[in-house]
């Protein structure tokens, strides 16, 4: 009797949130990245600064709705650090207060 060869590829799932604006920038994390697949919805961001001194709360209101985008992708391990690069290197580049965030969470087992 043989023992059957299990292969593990080790995948991770990433979270991306960012502004609409910035949909397509995203986008082109994802090909630099080699991500094939992926998903995303638009969403609405949502910021509480009722404890912000108000002078310094460039919004000038307490509850700030903000027209966003989730993407969400199954990524090889290998592509990871490529995609942490994208993002950093673009939200260095970036003068505006909002930033593009990449969440990773494990994947214990998928088909």
Known sequence: MTA???TFTYMKLVLITAIAE???DVKNMLKEAKVKS???KEVKG???AS???IESNWFGSEMNET???VFYAFILQQNLDTLF???IQF???QETISKVHLAVLSVEKYN
Request: aromatic share 16%; hydrophobic share 20%; no cysteine.
């Open 4 to 6: 059957n060869k299990l």
């Open 22 to 24: 910035f949909e397509k």
């Open 38 to 40: 992926y998903s995303y």
């Open 46 to 48: 949502f910021r509480d």
């Open 51 to 53: 404890e912000e001194n």
């Open 67 to 69: 027209d966003s985008v």
């Open 85 to 87: 690069d994208e993002v």
């Open 91 to 93: 939200n260095k580049n």
